[in-house]
Nanobody
Framework: VDVVESGGGLVHPGGSLRLSCASP????????MAWYRQAPGKQRESVAS???????VYTDSVKGRFTISKDSGSATVYLQMNTLQPEDTAIYYC????????????WGQGTQVTVSS
């Protein structure tokens, strides 16, 4: 297992969650990484990415609400999600940044985020 996602849950609109992407083999330290999400009936999309140098990129729908970060010491990538909205409901995954790398880790189970009142 290259990555293990955690931290999802059920929150009300306007709430916050912090997702974690742990890497027991520490491979995340060698790649540009991204958080992806897949909502029911939709294709998986990248929502945030972070380069090895720490530069970040966000999809427009999450700009100003989500923050991606990385702790190289613990080989963990985080996604802080604030002001969550029902349309953020999805399974969230972490993997290599598709804009930078052709190689992808084997997809994990992801972590479910549900935003509902």
């Amino acid at each position: 297992v290259d990555v293990v996602e955690s931290g999802g849950g059920l929150v009300h609109p306007g709430g916050s969650l912090r997702l974690s992407c742990a890497s027991p083999s520490r491979v995340v330290n060698f790649y540009a990484m991204a958080w992806y999400r897949q909502a029911p009936g939709k294709q998986r999309e990248s929502v945030a990415s972070i380069s090895r140098d720490g530069e970040t990129v966000y999809t427009d729908s999450v700009k100003g609400r989500f923050t991606i970060s990385k702790d190289s010491g613990s080989a963990t990538v985080y996604l802080q999600m604030n002001t969550l909205q029902p349309e953020d409901t999805a399974i969230y995954y972490c993997n290599t940044d598709e804009r930078v790398h052709n190689q992808r880790f084997i997809w994990g189970q992801g972590t479910q985020v549900t935003v509902s009142s």
